[in-house]
């Protein structure tokens, strides 16, 4: 199941970039752009949405990985799936709503979610490598 999840993270970061592109092209803009110009409010929560999934994506995708190899408790992989459903939640509320001009309750649970849950999968790792 952690692999699977570690694929979703993945997967996740390839669709919110073909989302950008697909917003990059709708927008005619192959390059730079102002962000504060409401005509590309859309593209940039794209963009936005993209670097943080990049951010993060990758860094879940790993632990998640490594916690299938130490064949980790079941409660951790309740952590990892919890910190799964926060990512999709996130990228979600920055790509499709105007969370990034006021904090949604999806917004604030996603980022809330993606720390607690990688400090406890971080926090997992480096006990599994001490003892």
């Not at 980790?72 to 990228?91: D, E, K």
Request: net charge positive.
């Amino acid at each position: 199941m952690f692999i699977a999840l570690a694929g979703v993270q993945l997967g996740l970061l390839c669709l919110l970039g073909l989302n950008t592109s697909l917003s990059r092209g709708r927008h005619k803009v192959p390059g730079h752009f102002d962000p504060t110009d409401d005509k590309f409010k859309s593209l940039y929560a794209a963009q936005r949405a993209n670097g943080n999934q990049a951010e993060w994506g990758p860094a879940f995708a790993v632990m998640f990985i490594a916690c299938h190899v130490l064949k980790a408790p079941t409660w951790i992989l309740i952590v990892a799936l919890w910190a799964t459903v926060g990512r999709l939640a996130l990228s979600y509320s920055l790509a499709f709503t105007d969370s990034l001009t006021k904090p949604t309750l999806m917004r604030r649970f996603g980022g809330v979610t993606t720390y607690l849950s990688g400090f406890i999968l971080t926090a997992f790792l480096v006990c599994s490598g001490l003892l």
